[in-house]
Every structure is written in C-alpha cells, then in structure tokens.
C-alpha cells in the first residue's frame, strides 16, 4: 500500500462562519487531514490548533508535511513519525504547530492501519482496559449547552453546573478566573498578587457550584492566566472546597514552577496540553511536579507519540486525562487511546462539542450516556467528514 495524496481540509471557510461557531468568542476552525492511498482506503486525522491563532499555521505545516510522505507505505507509521521529526529539521525542536502537522498525519495513518485489518485502532494498541470511559463537562465558564455564554456572576456558574448534572456528569471543569465581573476573558491580569475583590470572585463561584453539586468532581482550570505565585494564593482557599485537580496553574515551560505549587497546593496537579513529545514531559516526570498529564493527541504527536507518553507516565503512577478541545476526530481518537491505557483518569467533553454545526462535521456524534462513553467499535477511529463539512472547507490536495 502506498500513500497517493493527502488533502488538508481547514473547516469554516470565510466569509461563512457560522457566528456560533465559536466558544467564548473565540473563532473555531478544525483541521482534518485525510490521507490516501493505492488501495483506496483513506484515513482521517485531525491538526490540534483549531483556535487562538495557529489555524492557518497548522493548516500550512500540514501542506508542507504532506510532501514529505508520498509514496511512502502508511502501514509504517513509526517510519513516516521519525522521518518527520527528523528528516523536516525543525521536528526536532518540538512546538505547537511543527507537533501539530505531525499529529495530523499520524493520526490518519492509524486510521488507515485500523480499516485496513478492520478493527478498531483500540485493538491494535493492546486491547481494551477501560470498557466505560468516565467524563466530565469542561468549560463551565462558557454556560452547558448548544450556544456558548460568558458567565460573570457566582449564580450562573451554579446554573451551568446544574445543567451538566441534569445531562448526567458527575465531573465538572471550571475556569474561575479567565472572565472578569463584566464577563470580559483575561479583562483582567492574574499574575503578580491577586487582590482580594478578584480572589473572593473566583472562590464565590467556585463556592456556588460546590452548593450546587455537594457530590460533583470540580476541576479547576487556569489556562496559564495565573503564575506561581497567584496560583498558590488562588490554590490554597480552593483547598477547602474539595478540587479534583488543578489545571496549568502556570504555563509549562518552567517546570520547576510546577514544583514549587505542587509543594504549596493540596490539590493534585495537571498540565500537558501545550507540551510536546515525551522529550517535553521528561522533566515533569522526573521531578514529580504533576499528578495528571494532559496531552493533546492532535499535537503532542498523534496517536504513536501519545501512547508512548501515557506508557512514560504510568512508570511514575501519573494518571491521565487526554486533552480534547477540536473537532470530533481529536475526541475519536483518545476515546480509542483511552480504552487501552491502564492509568486512564477521565475523559473531557468539551463545550465545544455541543455545537451542532461542529458535530456536523462528522458523520458519528459519540456522545456521553450518564456522564460516561462507549469506546467507538467501527474499524479505524470511526469518524467520517460529512459532505457539508467539505463543501464548506479550504482544501489543498497534496498528491
């Protein structure tokens, strides 16, 4: 089997965005990669910078990375991995958009090896371990429903928490500090000391889904908006109210910074999602600075990379909850990861995920069933784009 084209897809063309296609205002545009081969089995993968501002960044490095595996044989997936990490130069300096394209294109690899032995890739990664996948709804901040919301007020991040009970979650993930009392995101800084009107915010609603949910998991969500040290203010009054874990309470190009809040939170630690490649976990690993990894398959490396990472971490009893914040082939694909791996925590559903016009993109919409997930049976990772996810799509056709 050879690989003939590749076709980079990147979702929501403009000028025709839907307007809710957006979570927290923030412009939406997954990128797939579909790639095929002589014996017209193609495989559908998926770049992890869908927002922020890398689209277009991912969407090119796809392209480029593209050329580099015609005619190779995509049933040799750690051979087409290496080429590009080694093979394209810059591979070997990690990074969001470089892993991106990586990932793209592994994923979609897997796809192929699954339809090609008409099993699911689950199967081909060592079998089933988790035959339920527990999950939360994450992204409290942003409302629990079709359209997305800016909360501001201590009662609406109750309300919001009362709607992913009513839909059967026992888990919750919340940012309490990215809008401010006008519900303006990042209206105001979390680093330096956090005053105390700005703390006493945070803790309220934090407060008021614990009143709302007294049996809830709540994991609590930074971004990176906070540092060391107003994360260690912020961490030490949230102790109280029982959090399952803390996520990037700073950004993770210092891990030492990890280990200094882990030493002064009681709350278990988590971050990953902006790290790279097991390269990029080691030192988190080594000086046990976390508790849960993070990593996203749709740009820590794809499928190969992040198996690899998640059989690293159990080595250091660290638990993990794949990140998932794109399109519906990023969720199909670490629902396939999880099912396999032994220190499997939980699974994000994220806001995004609700919004009809991203599930269109696919032809499956595997959702939660009483806050938990089926592992998807159908040969590959089990995910199609639709034809109104093309027909409205920027395409390039690698061939």
Same mark, same amino acid.
């Given at each position: ?19 809710? +296609? =957006?979570? *927290? /205002? ?8 579909? !790639?095929?081969?002589?014996?017209? %089995?193609? &495989? @559908?993968?998926?770049?992890? +910078? =869908?927002? *922020? /501002? ?8 796809? !392209?480029?990375?593209?050329?580099? %595996?015609? &005619? @190779? ?327």
């Amino acid at each position: 089997m050879k690989i003939t084209s590749v076709e980079i897809i990147r979702s929501f063309k403009e000028p025709s965005i839907p307007a809710e +296609v =957006a979570v *927290g /205002n923030v412009p939406w545009h997954p990128v797939f990669v579909r !790639i095929n081969t002589d014996e017209g %089995i193609s &495989g @559908l993968g998926e770049v992890g +910078v =869908a927002y *922020g /501002n890398a689209q277009r960044a991912g969407f090119g490095m796809a !392209i480029d990375f593209a050329q580099c %595996i015609l &005619g @190779l044989d995509p049933m040799n997936n750690e051979q087409i991995w290496d080429r590009l990490h080694r093979l394209t130069f810059w591979g070997m300096g990690n990074g969001g958009v470089i892993m991106a394209g990586m990932s793209g294109i592994d994923i979609a690899l897997w796809d192929i090896r699954g339809k090609a032995l008409g099993v699911p890739v689950y199967q081909l990664l060592g079998g089933k371990t988790n035959t339920k996948l527990r999950a939360y709804a994450s992204q409290l901040q942003f409302d629990w429903g079709k359209v997305s919301h800016s909360l501001s007020k201590p009662e609406e991040y109750a309300e919001a928490m009362r709607k992913a009970m009513a839909d059967g979650f026992d888990a919750v993930k919340v940012d309490p500090v990215g809008f401010d009392k006008n519900g303006v995101w990042m209206g105001r800084s979390s680093r330096g000391i956090l005053q105390r009107d700005q703390m006493q915010l945070a803790i309220d609603r934090v407060a008021a889904m614990r009143e709302a949910g007294p049996d809830v998991d709540i994991i609590i969500e930074l971004h990176a908006l906070t540092d060391a040290t107003t994360s260690v203010q912020l961490g030490r009054e949230l102790e109280q109210l029982g959090c399952f874990y803390y996520e990037e309470p700073t950004q993770p190009l210092n891990a030492a910074l990890f280990r200094e809040i882990h030493d002064k939170v009681n709350i278990p630690i988590a971050t990953g999602e902006r790290v790279y490649t097991r390269w990029g976990y080691r030192p988190f690993f080594e000086d046990h600075s976390i508790n849960i990894i993070q990593p996203d398959l749709c740009n820590v490396g794809g499928i190969t990379e992040g198996k690899k990472i998640c059989d690293y971490a159990h080595v250091y009893d660290i638990g993990v909850q794949v990140h998932c914040c794109g399109g519906p082939v990023s969720a199909s694909a670490a629902l396939q990861l999880e099912a396999v791996i032994p220190n499997f925590v939980i699974h994000e559903l994220h806001a995004s995920a609700l919004i009809d016009d991203n599930i269109q993109l696919c032809t499956k919409d595997y959702a939660a069933k009483g806050g938990y997930f089926e592992v998807p049976e159908a040969p590959g990772i089990g995910q199609e784009l639709t034809d109104r996810a093309l027909h409205n799509a920027e395409i390039v056709v690698v061939s």
